[in-house]
């Protein structure tokens, strides 16, 4: 059985100028970053994966973790990881180091497609779909000073793209929430869903009177409403709210995701890849929010390699309790913004038509990584 000889963090950055900045209602960015993780077999197999956060800070973590896996059966890093969680039990579990394990378990599972010639998703499961529906993740706030000129510049190029989904930044003040939901409604019409984030920036107070001005413009959820842990106030607004809450982009490991989930905080669960602990989590995630009944939609805001390692992840899981007719599929995030990481440091980007990303039909991941591009973003 193969064993892994090494493993590499190559963190990447694609920086852009100031004026082109864009974000949330916590604050914007010039630049998008993430780190490619790169796991290598004794049998010369080489398999990637992505942690999320500061490339630095994975490098460190990187250290530690390295002597756990160096000599390991590339078959055995869940069990590796769950060692290291019950070893470094002081170290906690919302960090970067999870996001690390992550990076190495999404590589590990390339390794092993690649091995036996298969994609993930057959891996973890078996592929059920070779299309997934995606949902345009925009509407970002800039610094414009004319808010809707510059949100509607980002949503009208969208409408002939057949998108389905959309999402939109909102958080800044209920009465700008209003204005900008109307502005998107108009723009894409009444048939595709609208969903709307507002990035933890309110307390409950905010999040309901944000919600008045919003119900009725049909909003299919109400994304990361509070902050993470904010437990007590997702519970009282799981009992308030007219729309439907979603949230889980920034919860490390699989406890707090089940706190969630056993609580019914939320009506949609959003664990992203990268950052929660790989393949190994997301799917015990999609077990538990299946034992539930609660609907699950990933979380991407990276490096196109976690936007493939959750495409496997999406094209593998059941849509139980639904068997011919689904309501409502489960979407993928898929970010339109300005992020040359998304497509550029691959030699094949991934496909979108039609309202569906394609499923690589190539073991693994499915993708291959344009060395020329690495060194170009190479932060």
């Not at 998108?163 to 003040?173: E, L, N, V």
């Not at 539930?292 to 495409?311: F, K, M, N």
Request: hydrophobic share 40%.
């Amino acid at each position: 059985m193969s064993r892994i000889r090494e493993i590499q963090v190559v963190p990447l950055r694609y920086q852009f100028d100031a004026s082109a900045a864009y974000g949330s209602a916590r604050g914007l960015t010039t630049g998008r970053g993430g780190s490619i993780v790169i796991v290598q077999t004794e049998d010369g197999i080489e398999g990637i994966g992505e942690a999320w956060g500061p490339g630095a800070v994975s490098l460190g973590y990187l250290e530690l973790l390295k002597p756990h896996y160096i000599g390991a059966r590339v078959h055995a890093v869940r069990g590796i990881a769950q060692s290291i969680l019950a070893r470094s039990y002081h170290m906690g579990t919302q960090n970067q180091m999870i996001s690390l394990m992550g990076g190495i378990d999404i590589a590990a599972h390339d390794a092993i497609g690649k091995m036996f010639g298969v994609s993930v998703a057959d891996l973890i499961g078996g592929r059920l779909r070779e299309r997934v529906p995606v949902y345009a993740s925009g509407g970002y706030f800039t610094g414009d000073d004319d808010h809707a000129t510059a949100l509607a510049r980002q949503l009208e190029p969208l409408r002939n793209k057949a998108y389905g989904a959309y999402k939109i930044k909102i958080g800044r003040h209920p009465d700008e929430d209003a204005a900008r939901v109307a502005l998107a409604r108009r723009i894409v019409g009444e048939t595709p869903l609208l969903t709307v984030d507002s990035n933890g920036n309110y307390t409950v107070d905010g999040v309901i009177e944000s919600m008045r001005r919003i119900a009725g413009f049909g909003i299919h959820w109400y994304e990361e409403p509070l902050a993470p842990q904010d437990w007590a106030g997702y519970a009282e607004l799981a009992h308030k709210s007219p729309i439907p809450l979603a949230t889980g982009e920034a919860l490390y490991g699989v406890f707090d995701f089940r706190r969630a989930i056993d609580n019914r905080l939320a009506s949609v669960l959003q664990p992203d890849l990268t950052l929660c602990g790989g393949f190994d989590v997301a799917r015990t995630v999609g077990a538990l929010c299946g034992a539930e009944h609660l609907r699950l939609s990933p979380h991407c805001w990276g490096t196109g390699v976690g936007l493939a390692a959750a495409l496997q992840f999406m094209a593998a899981l059941p849509a139980y309790p639904h068997v011919a007719n689904v309501p409502y599929p489960a979407l993928l995030e898929y970010d339109v913004g300005n992020n040359a990481l998304r497509d550029d440091i691959f030699v094949e980007p991934l496909r979108y038509a039609n309202g569906c990303l394609e499923v690589p039909s190539g073991p693994g991941l499915g993708v291959t990584l344009d060395q020329s591009a690495l060194k170009r973003f190479a932060a």
